[in-house]
């Protein structure tokens, strides 16, 4: 299998989709939606076997100091093969240069961040509001 990287804003609805509810995330029910947000982000890279999308890595930025990681998922039948890992670095590579990179990670996921070079902030918390689209 060879894991192909690609640095594309373009992705069909059916696609995004198919990697969001692979990892059973409720945004994957729009994908009208999601199709025009990678559209929006300033960085998207993704992960491709053949055809098919499996992992996904989006980041906002203000443009010189400060880039959000907003999405980072990989289709859970390809877990523990780096893929996470190699969409991290690509992301740190690209804002190499900005004085800080910023994810909001679950607790399960720390361990994940952690091991990427994340630090956990001891002096602020995340917060968000969620809204349902009805």
Not at 8 to 13: K, L, P, R, T, V
Not at 118 to 131: L, Q
């Amino acid at each position: 299998m060879d894991i192909v990287y690609k640095d594309i804003h373009e992705f069909s609805e059916k696609d995004i989709e198919q990697l969001f509810l692979s990892v059973e995330w409720s945004s994957g029910h729009f994908p009208d939606k999601l199709k025009i947000a990678m559209k929006n982000f300033s960085t998207v890279y993704s992960a491709w076997d053949g055809d098919k999308l499996i992992g996904m890595i989006c980041a906002m930025d203000d443009g010189i100091m400060n880039a959000y990681v907003h999405y980072l998922l990989v289709n859970p039948e390809y877990h523990g093969q780096t893929i996470g890992r190699t969409l991290v670095q690509m992301i740190k590579e690209h804002y190499k240069d900005y004085m800080r990179i910023i994810v909001i990670a679950y607790n399960n996921e720390m361990h994940f961040y952690e091991n990427c070079g994340f630090e956990k902030s001891e002096v602020s918390s995340p917060m968000f509001i969620t809204s349902l689209w009805t």
